[in-house]
């Protein structure tokens, strides 16, 4: 930690903030901080101490200036190592309240990152936990190693022992090698004794694999494998066999369905002769409805133009008429829009003009009101400005008259400085004369105190001796006890765990017959309920068999109508492109009587619509026989496997008396009780001597602890006796100096007590502060009145101007008022042209707008007069058009009915179908037709391809059943194939996890071994008292060095077994002396050279080393050659990491440092202690 800055305000004598720049102060490594008695030298040091703990070493009273009552500082440093340096901020305010008590108004440390502030603790508390992270020191180290300030110096040296390797441990932060490492070791074996925990679950899931069951699956996936190839060729004979039937077999079945169907044609065949003469018939009648249908069409056209002819000749009338009285009614419109309207438009924009005038008026008027009442507002406020100068004028002659009074009072109770300064000195001797009056009473008290706990103590540690012996004699016993009991060990746990083995195994094979022959009784059940599900399963995929195979006969069927459809649509194409005349492109003929109809395309819509029905039949039926087909596979393939199964539970069980395994587990029990009882009888009587030996160990241990704090507790308090008679020796010279100093001052104060004629300095002091503070507060109020009053004074006058404007403007608005007033009645006369307006514009358009209308209306109306007129033209050429129509088409008709063979109209509707019902009968015939030839053509195909020959049903369903029976044994070695190979698969994994979990089991066996060792090596902080001790050892080396140096090889330091400082005088025979017989100088010395020592190891603790180390006291004490040495140790002790600074108010040290920081005592009136910096 290197200090940057630090702040300090209404601290001891700091009244007034002092601002100290370390980096100034400590650029040369070596500085001091010089100053008087008094004069607040260790202050500075209080300041850093309170910034970062909230307290100070000397006192925690008294310490805020009791004028300020308010105790500000800031103190910021700088810690880290080069790359990871911070810097920061700490800050305290701390006030006196009402009842005379210290408050901490805040408390925060800010971490600076270059202009950006972070406040990471807020709190005295929160504060004083985040320091000690940062710094790793409390308070009291922190005042012993770095910053060491009056009546600290020596106190490493004092301490004992333990103190010290206490304090060491915190030092270099070694709790972490102490119970902190015990917990980590705990936590690490714990977590290593549930991963073994873990792993011995996992080792129990392999503990009845073996590679002998891993060879026997490889054999038997080696016989399946044979029998798959033996399958395969009995396979391939049987579909050789079979592909050679199946198509003698399809013929067959294909040939007897057209036998059939030819007997069902011929049945057929009478009807169809008579639906081909009535076919005939039907197709004249269509030839012959055109026509008819022609002379129908044109007599209803007749009627209908007559009809419309009448009503045109009537609307011509009417449209007339009104067209004459609409032309008579535009004619005056057009006159009264041609004489009124401009008339109107004169008056509108006459009208509008003096709306205009009126607005600018009303607006002008507006603005003189406006002006008005300006005037007004700034006369009232002139008036209060004039009322304001006034008024200051007469304070200002009061506030003069208070001041001449305040001067006169200042100069009646001037105190002289010399005279104040004499008394502060006689308080400072008042005050060490009642400390070292207490200081005497208490240690008079101590000593008496100590005298006694030296006698109590003593026959504590008489009587603790006493049974600490019979504790002794008493746990020898014990031991003795125990060793006969071992002696008589009827056996261990692995002996009774042996035994225990023994009898889990015949009992877990008693219990494996049982469950085998209850494993007998459940297969026979399950086989008996696997073939009552499989029966009516095998049913069912036959009757689906059986209807999949009918309804692909019937789509064959469809397909075949379907085709007969298409061709005789392809001639009805044809036949439509014929001409009469031109040759047929098929036959030649170029007389076309008999053509092909035109086939329904509906009709073949509805095929492919029925195929897309069998289809779907037939592929849900396909998906239900798979479905059907694979369960009772899976079915069989339990059943197969349940029998296997079965079958293996007998051989288990031949050769097997449960009776005999029954009574030899009987036996095996009884043994296993009895070795049982022994050995739990043994335990527990082990447990009990055990037990009680644990505690009288213990109890020997709390008496050896006692008796050996005891005698350490009576040499402290015979050491203690010893300096506090030394103590109190020093004292009573102490206070015989001070005592006649003190008489001697009363009487030149004249006053019982110097406190007492201080307080009267304080309050008349307090008074002259208070007065000139009023006096100052006065003069200020009356240059704020001059400042005032000539502002008041520009305003007035401006204000004045400002009112002549606005009269000037008033006038002028109010001319041009009346004018506009005199053009608006000479445009209007009396009218209101804001009311007359809008009649005007009313007018205008209702003229406009009537004129349009009936302009719009007559042109509307001649438009339809002539539209009516060209209708009644037209409908009068149509009725002779259509007249000429009808002959023409009656002499047609007369001549289709001849040809056609009909005698009138009469018969022909006789005879007439719809084309649908004509379609229909057509289709049947031709459909009859193609399927007589089709069956024909059929049966002779296939009696040519059959050749003779023929398979009997019997033999081809054998055939079938056969070729099943084998693929059914195929698919069930593939899967048997399959399963096994997945089960080696499993083993050769299972082994393979085996082996590695047992190299697991070892390493972690080995590493829980290490951490049992580990922690019999750090309990009960032997480490950590280790390390400490080490590290005391290694200061008092490195402090020895530093005091031979510094004594010319006289001094030396040593350190005993329990951590206490001795000197070794060299100059007389190496004499050992106890630090307590040292002098003032020696003692200085001594603890310079620890404290060197100390602070360079605290500098090495790790990332934030302490930059700086402080000295306050004890130069006073040293002879001139003593002195050069110290500074020349110091000198060569900094180093651009470390600086080094000394506090003392020995002058001949000023001129050996190369930067000093004056400290001028508080004066009366001028804020308190000031620093300032100085250079050598």
Same mark, same amino acid.
């Given at each position: ?6 702040k300090?305000s209404?601290?001891n ?17 070596l500085?001091?901080?010089?100053g008087?008695?008094g004069?607040?030298k260790?202050?500075i040091? =209080?300041a ?5 703990y ?14 300020t009552k308010d /105790?500000?500082?800031?103190? $910021?440093?700088?810690i880290?190592g080069?790359?990871?340096?911070k810097? !920061?901020?700490?800050e305290r ?9 210290y408050?901490?108004?805040y ?5 600076k990152?270059g202009?950006?502030?972070k406040?990471?603790?807020?709190g005295?508390?929160e504060l004083?936990n985040q320091?000690?992270k940062?710094i790793?020191?409390?308070v009291?180290?922190?005042t ?7 009546g600290?110096f ?8 333990r103190e010290k ?6 030092i270099f932060?070694?709790e ?5 490492l015990?917990e980590k070791i705990k ?5 290593n #004794?549930?991963e073994? =925990?873990?792993l011995q679950?996992?080792l129990?899931k ?6 002998e069951?891993?060879?026997?699956k490889q054999?038997e996936?080696?016989l @399946?494998?044979q029998n798959e ?13 079979y592909?050679m039937?199946?198509?003698v077999?399809t +013929?067959?079945?294909e040939l007897?369905a ?6 069902k044609l011929?049945?057929?065949l009478?009807?169809?002769?008579l639906?081909r003469?009535s076919?005939?018939?039907g197709?004249n009648a269509i030839k012959i409805k055109?026509?008819?249908d022609?002379?129908?069409a ?8 007559r ?12 449209i007339?008429e009104?067209v004459?009285?609409?032309e008579?009614? !535009? ?5 009264e ?6 008339e109107?438009?004169?008056?509108e924009? *006459?009208?509008?003009?003096a709306?205009?005038t009126?607005?600018?008026? %009303?607006?002008? @008027? ?8 300006? !005037?007004?507002?700034?006369?009232s406020?002139?008036d209060?400005i004039v009322?304001?100068l006034?008024e200051i004028d007469?304070n200002k002659?009061k506030l003069a008259?208070?001041i001449?009074d305040?001067e006169e009072? /200042? ?6 400085p010399e005279?104040?300064?004499k008394?502060?000195y006689?308080?400072q001797i008042e ?5 070292s009056?207490n200081?005497?009473k208490e240690l ?10 030296l006698?109590e103590v003593?026959?504590? !540690? ?5 049974s600490?012996n019979?504790?002794?004699n008493l746990v020898?016993?014990? $031991? ?6 071992k002696?008589?060990?009827p056996?261990d746990n692995?002996?009774?765990l042996e035994?225990?083995? @023994?009898?889990n ?10 469950n085998?022959?209850?494993?007998k009784s459940?297969?026979e059940?399950?086989i008996?309920d696997?073939n009552?599900?499989k029966?009516?399963?095998t049913?069912k995929? $036959?009757?689906?068999k059986n *209807?999949l195979d009918?309804?692909k006969?019937e ?5 075949n109508k379907?085709?007969?459809?298409k061709?005789?649509?392809l001639a009805s194409?044809l036949?439509?492109e014929?001409v009469?005349g031109s040759p047929?492109?098929?036959c030649g ?6 053509i092909?109809?035109k086939i329904d395309?509906?009709e073949? #819509?509805k095929?492919?619509?029925n195929?897309?029905?069998?289809q779907?039949?037939?592929e849900d039926l396909?998906?239900k026989?798979t479905?059907?087909s694979?369960e009772?596979?899976?079915?069989s393939k339990?059943e197969?496997?349940?029998?296997e199964e ?5 051989e288990?069980l @031949?050769?097997v ?7 030899e587990k %009987?036996?095996?029990?009884?043994k296993f ?7 739990d009888?043994y335990n527990?009587e082990?447990n009990?001597?055990?037990?009680t030996?644990?505690i009288?160990r213990e ?5 050896d602890l006692a008796?050996?704090k005891?005698?350490e507790?009576?040499?402290n308090?015979i050491?203690?006796?010893?300096e /506090?008679?030394g103590?109190l020796e020093?004292?009573?010279?102490n206070?015989?100096?001070l ?10 104060f004249c006053?019982?007590?110097?406190s007492?004629?201080?307080? $009267?300095?304080?309050k008349?002091e ?14 200020s109020?009356?240059?704020?009145y001059?400042?005032?009053?000539q502002t008041l004074? *520009?305003?007035?006058?401006k204000l004045i101007?400002?009112l ?7 006038i002028?608005k109010?001319?041009v008022?009346k004018?506009n007033k005199?053009?608006?009645k000479? +445009?209007?006369?009396?009218k209101?042209?804001?009311e ?12 406009? =707008?009537r004129?349009?209308k ?8 001649k438009e339809?007069k002539?539209?009516?007129?060209n209708?009644?033209?037209t ?5 002779n058009i259509?007249d000429e129509t009808?002959?023409?088409?009656q002499?047609?008709?007369?001549m289709?009915l001849?040809d056609n063979e009909?005698?009138d109209?009469?018969?022909?509707k006789?005879y007439l179908?719809?084309?649908v ?5 057509e ?10 030839k089709?069956v024909?053509?059929n049966i002779k195909?296939?009696e040519?391809k ?6 009997e049903?019997?033999?081809?369903e ?17 899967k048997?194939?399959?399963?096994l190979q997945k ?6 994994e ?5 082996m ?6 070892k ?10 060792? +580990?922690?019999k090596?750090?309990?009960?902080n032997k480490f950590?008292e ?6 005391l ?7 020895s060095?530093?005091?031979k140096?510094i004594?010319?090889?006289r001094?030396?330091l040593?350190i ?7 000197i070794?005088?060299? &100059? ?13 100088g020696?003692?200085f010395l001594t ?7 100390l602070s360079?190891q605290?500098?090495?603790?790790g ?6 180390? &402080?000295?306050?006291?004890g ?6 050659d003593?002195?050069?040495?110290v500074m020349?140790?110091?000198e060569k002790?900094?180093s651009?990491?470390l ?9 001949e040290l000023k001129?050996r440092?190369p930067?000093?920081l004056?400290?001028s005592?508080a ?9 300032t910096l100085?250079?050598?």
């Amino acid at each position: 930690m290197k200090p940057r800055v630090l702040k300090i305000s209404g601290l001891n004598s700091f009244e007034r903030e002092q601002v100290i720049n370390f980096n100034r102060l400590t650029e040369k490594g070596l500085f001091g901080i010089f100053g008087p008695t008094g004069s607040g030298k260790s202050t500075i040091l =209080d300041a850093i101490t309170i910034a970062l703990y909230g307290k100070i070493t000397r006192t925690n009273k008294g310490f805020i200036n009791t004028t300020t009552k308010d /105790l500000i500082v800031s103190y $910021e440093f700088e810690i880290g190592g080069a790359k990871d340096r911070k810097v !920061y901020l700490a800050e305290r305010n701390i006030k006196i309240n009402k009842n005379d008590r210290y408050n901490t108004k805040y408390a925060r440390l800010i971490e600076k990152n270059g202009d950006k502030s972070k406040i990471i603790a807020e709190g005295p508390t929160e504060l004083q936990n985040q320091i000690h992270k940062i710094i790793g020191l409390t308070v009291d180290d922190f005042t012993r190693s770095v910053v060491l300030p009056q009546g600290k110096f020596s106190e490493f040296l004092k301490l004992g022992g333990r103190e010290k390797r206490n304090m060491l441990e915190r030092i270099f932060a070694l709790e972490k090698y102490g119970q902190s490492l015990v917990e980590k070791i705990k936590k690490v074996r714990n977590t290593n #004794l549930k991963e073994r =925990d873990v792993l011995q679950g996992e080792l129990k899931k392999y503990e009845n694999l073996t590679e002998e069951d891993y060879k026997a699956k490889q054999q038997e996936l080696q016989l @399946e494998l044979q029998n798959e190839e033996r399958l395969k060729n009995e396979k391939k004979q049987i579909d050789e066999k079979y592909e050679m039937y199946k198509e003698v077999w399809t +013929l067959q079945k294909e040939l007897d369905a057209f036998i059939d169907k030819k007997l069902k044609l011929q049945e057929k065949l009478e009807d169809i002769n008579l639906k081909r003469e009535s076919l005939k018939r039907g197709q004249n009648a269509i030839k012959i409805k055109p026509f008819m249908d022609e002379v129908e069409a044109t007599n209803k056209n007749i009627k209908d133009n007559r009809e419309k002819l009448k009503e045109a000749i009537d609307n011509l009338e009417g449209i007339s008429e009104k067209v004459k009285v609409t032309e008579e009614n !535009y004619i005056v419109s057009e006159k009264e829009k041609d004489e009124r309207i401009p008339e109107l438009r004169n008056m509108e924009r *006459d009208f509008l003009l003096a709306i205009d005038t009126i607005n600018k008026t %009303e607006k002008l @008027e507006m603005e003189v009101n406006s002006l008005r009442n300006e !005037y007004k507002s700034i006369k009232s406020k002139r008036d209060k400005i004039v009322k304001q100068l006034k008024e200051i004028d007469d304070n200002k002659k009061k506030l003069a008259i208070e001041i001449k009074d305040i001067e006169e009072r /200042l100069n009646e109770i001037k105190i002289d400085p010399e005279y104040r300064e004499k008394l502060q000195y006689a308080l400072q001797i008042e005050n060490d004369y009642k400390k070292s009056l207490n200081n005497k009473k208490e240690l008079n008290n101590k000593l008496q105190e100590k005298e006694k706990n030296l006698k109590e103590v003593s026959k504590e !540690y008489n009587g603790v001796l006493s049974s600490k012996n019979s504790q002794d004699n008493l746990v020898k016993q014990l $031991e003795e006890k125990n060793k006969i009991l071992k002696e008589n060990n009827p056996g261990d746990n692995s002996l009774l765990l042996e035994k225990s083995q @023994e009898l889990n195994v015949i009992a877990k094979k008693v219990e494996e017959v049982i469950n085998e022959i209850n494993r007998k009784s459940d297969l026979e059940k399950i086989i008996k309920d696997i073939n009552d599900r499989k029966n009516p399963l095998t049913t069912k995929l $036959e009757e689906v068999k059986n *209807d999949l195979d009918k309804n692909k006969k019937e789509l064959q069927e469809l397909d075949n109508k379907t085709e007969n459809i298409k061709k005789n649509n392809l001639a009805s194409l044809l036949a439509s492109e014929l001409v009469e005349g031109s040759p047929c492109p098929v036959c030649g003929s170029i007389h076309h009587t008999d053509i092909a109809k035109k086939i329904d395309n509906n009709e073949i #819509l509805k095929h492919e619509e029925n195929r897309k029905k069998l289809q779907q039949i037939i592929e849900d039926l396909n998906n239900k026989m798979t479905q059907l087909s694979i369960e009772v596979a899976g079915i069989s393939k339990e059943e197969e496997h349940s029998r296997e199964e079965l079958k293996s539970v007998l051989e288990s069980l @031949e050769n097997v008396d449960i009776t005999e395994l029954n009574k030899e587990k %009987e036996s095996k029990e009884a043994k296993f009780k009895e070795l049982k009882e022994k050995i739990d009888k043994y335990n527990s009587e082990k447990n009990d001597i055990e037990s009680t030996l644990q505690i009288e160990r213990e109890k020997k241990s709390k008496i050896d602890l006692a008796e050996s704090k005891l005698s350490e507790n009576v040499k402290n308090e015979i050491l203690l006796i010893k300096e /506090l008679k030394g103590e109190l020796e020093k004292e009573n010279k102490n206070f015989h100096g001070l005592s006649n100093e003190y008489e001697s001052l009363k009487e030149y104060f004249c006053a019982e007590e110097i406190s007492l004629k201080a307080k $009267e300095v304080l309050k008349i002091e307090k008074e002259s502060e208070r007065l000139k503070n009023k006096e100052k507060e006065l003069r200020s109020i009356v240059e704020n009145y001059d400042v005032n009053k000539q502002t008041l004074a *520009d305003e007035d006058k401006k204000l004045i101007e400002v009112l002549s404007q606005i009269q000037q403007s008033g006038i002028e608005k109010s001319n041009v008022i009346k004018e506009n007033k005199e053009d608006i009645k000479r +445009l209007c006369g009396d009218k209101n042209p804001k009311e007359y307006l809008p009649k005007i514009k009313k007018e205008i358009k209702e003229i406009s =707008d009537r004129n349009t209308k009936l302009k719009k209306q007559l042109d509307e109306e001649k438009e339809l007069k002539e539209k009516i007129s060209n209708e009644k033209l037209t409908l009068e050429k149509a009725a002779n058009i259509f007249d000429e129509t009808l002959k023409q088409q009656q002499s047609k008709l007369e001549m289709s009915l001849k040809d056609n063979e009909f005698n009138d109209v009469l018969e022909v509707k006789k005879y007439l179908l719809d084309e649908v019902t004509l379609l229909s009968m057509e289709n049947e015939i031709n459909i009859f037709d193609d399927e007589v030839k089709e069956v024909k053509s059929n049966i002779k195909r296939i009696e040519e391809k059959l050749q003779g020959n023929r398979i009997e049903k019997e033999a081809w369903e054998e055939l079938t059943s056969y070729k099943s029976e084998i693929d059914k044994h195929i698919s069930d070695n593939i899967k048997k194939i399959a399963t096994l190979q997945k089960i080696i698969d499993d083993f050769k994994e299972d082994l393979k996890n085996l082996m590695e979990l047992r190299k697991r089991e070892k390493q972690l066996d080995h590493k829980l071994s290490l951490i049992r060792d +580990l922690m019999k090596l750090v309990e009960g902080n032997k480490f950590v008292e280790f390390v400490a001790m080490n590290q005391l050892k290694y200061i008092a080396r490195e402090a020895s060095k530093r005091l031979k140096d510094i004594t010319r090889d006289r001094y030396a330091l040593e350190i005993d077994s329990e951590g206490n400082f001795a000197i070794r005088d060299d &100059f007389n025979g190496g004499q050992i002396r106890d630090a307590s017989t040292l002098s003032g100088g020696e003692t200085f010395l001594t603890s310079l050279s620890l404290a060197l020592s100390l602070s360079s190891q605290v500098q090495l603790k790790g990332s934030a080393p302490l930059e700086f180390f &402080f000295l306050d006291e004890g130069f006073g004490t040293l002879d001139t050659d003593l002195l050069d040495i110290v500074m020349s140790s110091l000198e060569k002790l900094h180093s651009s990491r470390l600086s080094v600074g000394i506090i003392s108010h020995v002058e001949e040290l000023k001129n050996r440092v190369p930067v000093k920081l004056i400290v001028s005592p508080a004066k009366p009136g001028e804020g308190g202690s000031k620093v300032t910096l100085e250079y050598s």
